[in-house]
């Protein structure tokens, strides 16, 4: 039984896995944190809707549903031409017949970031949001300000859509404390129209919902530097807040950086659109640390990176000549498709493909299917429900 080597176990490490499994392949899952993080459900944190232990599945479980031999160990090294990966405590690992890239990415430097807190970074992240978020509310009032950065060099690495999720969440959950108007809520980005990518009427419908919840916004002034005290921008105006959540823009991961492996000018590593990592027949890629290429209103999403992962494994299968068919290709799969969660109020429904873009309101209902959503995911995931979207 060939043997495939997976790094990086979130969203598209562990799928990629479960679809090798699948495939018969014996398969080894490397993982850094001993936990599968579950970002989109992460949003709830901040409120203290959900528990960190609401949002992470053990891999020590996942592994052990899925017949996967999992190794908890950084990896600090690839060496591509050799063939070998170097582990930070277990050191050089060599032997497998191929190799995938699920590793993400980092997050691209900005002066003073260490002012802010992200939704999509570390999940002690989140629980800091939520501590600080308290310690407002037990003061009864505060400035908190959310926004996301931009990453010219490659667009498809902004991630907004989270942003606007806790930004929502927290303007009902102040509401349902009765404290909303004690509290100033700004949105900011260094964009002139973020949000676009999801179409004209999406970006109309965003702009009545901060007028109607009463979000001032700062769009189009590039960030000069975080500050303890706030946001200053180029224009030397200055966003004076208590807290400020804030998302930067994706950047190559740089393990992959120093590997002599192809990137493109933001450090993501490239890939023909079977996911294979160009020049390496071995070797293949997908979420967050490759180089996805579309359309101009393109993003990384979760459904996406697991799409590529069963991708991965289909031709793989194929090109050993285990299974027939032809190769499959990822770009057929690019699409937005997000449930933008606002609280128990509601969420919004977002999709947009080359045909469409749309953002339909679904109030009540809207939460309740992301929470269920979630509940479906872990379940799926541990094998105790078969995948069904």
Known sequence: M????????????TETAIALRKEGYDVTLIS??????????????????????????????????????????????????????VLREKGEISGFDYLVLAIGQTKKKEKGIENTLSI?????????????????????EGKIAFGFGGNPKDKTAVRGGPVFEVLFNVD??????????RFELTFFAPMPKPGERLGEKALSMLDDMFKKYKIKKITGKRIKEFKPEGVLFEDDTFLKSDLVIYTPAGWGHPVIADSGLPVNEAGFVKIDETCMVEGFDY?????????????PWTAKQGHLTEVMGHIVAHNIAVRDGKKEGALKSYKGHINILCLMDMGARGAGLAYRSDKKALLIPIPILGHLMKKAWGVYYKLYKLGKIPKII
Do not use: Q
């Not at 070797?283 to 359309?295: K, L």
């Open 120 to 140: 999509c970074g570390n999940p002690e992240e989140a629980i800091k949001m939520r501590d600080r978020i308290i310690e407002l509310i037990s003061k009864g």
């Open 283 to 295: 070797i293949y890629a997908v979420g967050d640390c490759a180089a996805i290429e579309g359309p």
């Open 172 to 181: 009902y959950h102040l509401r349902r404390l009765g404290l909303r108007d």
């Open 2 to 13: 060939k043997k495939v080597m997976v790094l990086g176990a979130g969203i598209g490490g």
């Open 32 to 85: 850094k944190k001993p936990y599968f993080y579950i970002y989109p459900i992460s949003i709830w944190i901040p409120t203290g809707e959900a528990k960190f232990e609401d949002v992470i599945i053990p891999l020590e479980e996942f592994a052990k549903r899925w017949k996967i031999e999992l190794i908890i160990d950084e990896v600090i090294k690839i060496n591509p031409e050799e063939k070998k990966i």
